[in-house]
Structures are given as C-alpha cells and as structure tokens.
C-alpha cells in the first residue's frame, strides 16, 4: 500500500464498457460500449484524476475520478463525478491493493435503497487494466457485477 498505487493507471487509455442495462433486478442484458480516459497525478503522486469519455449509445457522457491517498491509514478514497449530474459526488469508495488487486467499498443508496457498492481493480499490467463494479442489497452477502471496463493503453 503506497502512494505509487495507482501509477499504472497515468496515461492515455481506450476503454471497453460492459454494463448492465438494469442494476439489482435480476438482468442479464448487457450494453455495450467504447470510451476514453486520461489519467495524471496531482499532490506529488498522493493523488491522481482522470478524464473519462463514455460513449453510452445514444447519451455519450464525460466524467471525472478524483482518487487520494492517506498515508496514515494506507488506504485510498475514490469519487465518482458524473456531467450528467455534475453537483452530485457520489460517497467515496475506500479501500487498498493487495497481491496487485485494488478492493474498494462504500455504502450508498439506489433507488431509495441502501446498497453496498465494490469496486475491484485487477489484471494490471503496462499496456491494459481492468475495473469493475458490483452492487450488494443484502449488506455484502452476495454481489451482483454491474459494469466491467476493460483498460487498453492508448
């Protein structure tokens, strides 16, 4: 755990969507899609922000990660920025890398019901990384995967 963490995610990415169409209802219908990011470190590496172009099919959208590093509990807290709601800053995820796998967790709502939210970052190597979202509504007991992005470098 370090603030070098998230180094492999600098630079230019392509980006692979796959997300479900509908979330904690039992879909198995997956859109599909491309998309950009741009990473780069701010606070001398502490910190680092990425500019993210989502090519949603027919509501293409931008957003913005901002991630930061507290030394004193070896942790990282990740916020979601959305233009589609741009005074809306979703709860932090928090959480570490270990044995290269990044977990993160947060508590949060979805659709008026509280919801555990997971984030996993796996598979990094220099040319590609993958992400992906699960959401619990039974407190973590089981997830369901909501939304894979797979990582090219640029």
């Known amino acids: 755990m370090s603030c070098n963490d998230f180094d492999f995610l600098l630079g230019h990415w392509r980006v692979h969507h796959r997300r479900l169409a509908v979330r904690l209802a039992g879909c198995a219908d997956w859109v599909e899609f491309g998309g950009t990011s741009h990473a780069q470190a701010l606070m001398a590496g502490r910190a680092n922000v990425d500019d993210n172009l989502l090519e949603l099919p027919g509501q293409p959208y931008r957003a913005t990660t901002l991630r930061s590093f507290d030394p004193m509990t070896g942790t990282w807290a ?6 589609r709601a741009p005074h809306h800053l979703d709860p932090p995820v928090v959480g570490a890398f270990a044995d290269g796998v990044g ?3 947060a508590d949060d709502v ?13 598979d990094i190597t220099p040319g590609s990384c993958r992400w992906e979202q699960a959401f619990s509504a039974d ?5 369901e995967t909501n939304w894979i992005m797979t990582f090219t470098r640029a």
């Open 139 to 143: 407190g973590g007991a089981t997830w």
């Open 103 to 105: 977990t993160f967790y």
């Open 110 to 122: 979805l659709e008026g019901r509280p919801i555990r939210v997971r984030f996993v970052w796996s």
């Open 78 to 83: 990740i916020w979601w920025l959305d233009s």
